[in-house]
């Protein structure tokens, strides 16, 4: 049955090999470099708990749509062993643009505000004006915060008591906002002014405020409060500006929505650049650093500074010990996807084969 199920699938890969842009997108792609390697080269792989990054595949693969996914998924949904379900129908692939391996965290935070503005609660979360879909890029964040361009429009989901919290909220893409009288409203990414993002840490590096390993999520958060107008000429350093969607109605005990619009979930999904990992795809990481990380997790995610092969977020969770964890990461490594066999040998040049 599974020899069988794994000749269908073969053969829906040979009739998708075509399709490699989805995995390899972009101007870089003639520049990218991929070695197949086996799973027995990956540090650590035996020992992980695969049946939970199965369960976080299954969330998303019902929304892949080429032919060789929903093959794949149409199979995992029949529940096969986990382990022995990846490593018949994939191998891991590492990618490589040139760039040094970095893996930062992220998280879902939690701030206090309110539905109707106050003398405390006097920063909005917007919603995205017609106009910034329509105009790339669109006005920057000093023009949006300063001009008065999004008053008196009703583009406030709610209103918040910490303009640096509302920034690195901007960061993560999406947060819990408690409300006080207990009930809390979740937001998530909309979209964004079409400017790039540009990090405050290296900035601050770059005037010689702090050297590189000094630099956290903490630190700046410290820095910008010590130092109020200095403070927010450094936030408007980052022209990206992100605006929100309510997304109240997932259940408070799922993680926020990701780039596939379902729910993320701790420590199992990855936030990647679509650019060169296809969204959905399984993903082996070997973080390094002073905490090792071997786990396989699932690109499900995306963000405005996630660039580059090797380039990932690991997502931490919801609140405030999750945002001190992920704050604090910035190691090197190495990661690898997992792509459908075919698919693998395909990005191969023929002298390879």
């Not at 105009?135 to 583009?155: A, C, F, K, S, Y």
């Not at 960061?171 to 998530?188: E, F, K, T």
């Not at 079409?194 to 900035?203: A, D, K, L, T, V």
């Not at 403070?231 to 259940?251: A, T």
Request: charged fraction near 25%; proline fraction near 6%; charge should be neutral.
């Amino acid at each position: 049955m599974v020899v069988g199920f794994y000749r269908r699938v073969t053969c829906a890969l040979r009739i998708s090999a075509t399709i490699l842009a989805s995995l390899c997108a972009g101007p870089l792609a003639s520049e990218v470099k991929y070695d197949i390697l086996s799973f027995d080269q990956l540090d650590g792989w035996a020992q992980d708990d695969h049946a939970a990054a199965f369960s976080t595949f299954l969330n998303t693969c019902k929304d892949m749509k080429d032919p060789d996914w929903k093959s794949i998924c149409a199979y995992a949904q029949a529940g096969p062993d986990p382990r022995e379900f990846f490593e018949l129908l994939f191998r891991p692939v590492l990618v490589n643009d040139g760039k040094e391996a970095l893996f930062t965290g992220y998280f879902e935070p939690e701030l206090d505000g309110s539905l109707t503005p106050s003398d405390r609660f006097r920063y909005p979360v917007y919603k995205m004006p017609v106009e910034a879909r329509e105009n790339r890029p669109w006005l920057t964040r000093r023009d949006i915060l300063e001009t008065g361009v999004m008053e008196g429009r009703n583009l406030a989901i709610a209103y918040v008591d910490d303009l640096v919290e509302l920034f690195f909220l901007q960061i993560q893409g999406s947060g819990r906002i408690r409300l006080p009288n207990g009930d809390a409203v979740r937001v998530g990414y909309r979209g964004s002014n079409g400017h790039n993002y540009r990090s405050i840490g290296q900035e601050l590096v770059r005037q010689g405020v702090y050297e590189p390993h000094q630099v956290s999520a903490q630190v700046i958060k410290n820095w910008v409060r010590r130092n109020p107008f200095d403070g927010q000429e450094m936030l408007y350093h980052n022209p990206s500006y992100v605006f929100f969607r309510e997304v109240s109605k997932v259940p408070t005990d799922k993680g926020p929505l990701g780039a596939m619009n379902r729910s993320i979930t701790t420590m199992r999904s990855v936030a990647v650049d679509p650019a060169f990992i296809l969204l959905g795809a399984p993903v082996w990481i070997e973080k390094d650093g002073k905490a090792p990380l071997r786990r396989l997790m699932i690109a499900q995610d995306t963000g405005s500074a996630i660039k580059g092969a090797q380039r990932a977020d690991v997502f931490f969770g919801t609140g405030d010990q999750a945002g001190l964890d992920a704050g604090t990461l910035r190691d090197p490594g190495r990661l690898l996807v997992l792509m459908p066999i075919q698919r693998a040998y395909a990005l191969l040049p023929e002298s390879a084969i």
